[in-house]
């Protein structure tokens, strides 16, 4: 399988939505621009599950109080102290 990874315009993008979904359905990746800046990227699902998990890796392992995890990220964002 050859994996292709585009670059796309916004308006490239719809007016060209089944040769990008080819891509996409091929295993490639379509990165959409608009105004010459990156906006998103259009990728097979099995990758969008695979960053998702990969992204909560470390977060689900082991015991975890939530409400006390809550507590601490809150004071490290007000720099509350005891």
Excluded: W
Excluded at 12 to 40: C, D, P, W
Excluded at 47 to 69: E, F
């Amino acid at each position: 399988m050859n994996v292709t990874t585009a670059t796309a315009t916004s308006t490239e993008m719809q007016n060209n939505f089944g040769r990008y979904l080819a891509i996409v359905q091929n295993g490639g990746e379509v990165i959409v621009t608009k105004n010459g800046k990156e906006v998103g990227r259009f990728i097979p699902r099995a990758a969008a599950v695979s960053y998702l998990t990969d992204s909560l890796t470390g977060i689900l392992k082991g015991d975890m109080d939530i409400d006390r995890a809550r507590e601490e990220r809150l004071r490290e964002k007000y720099e509350i102290t005891d």
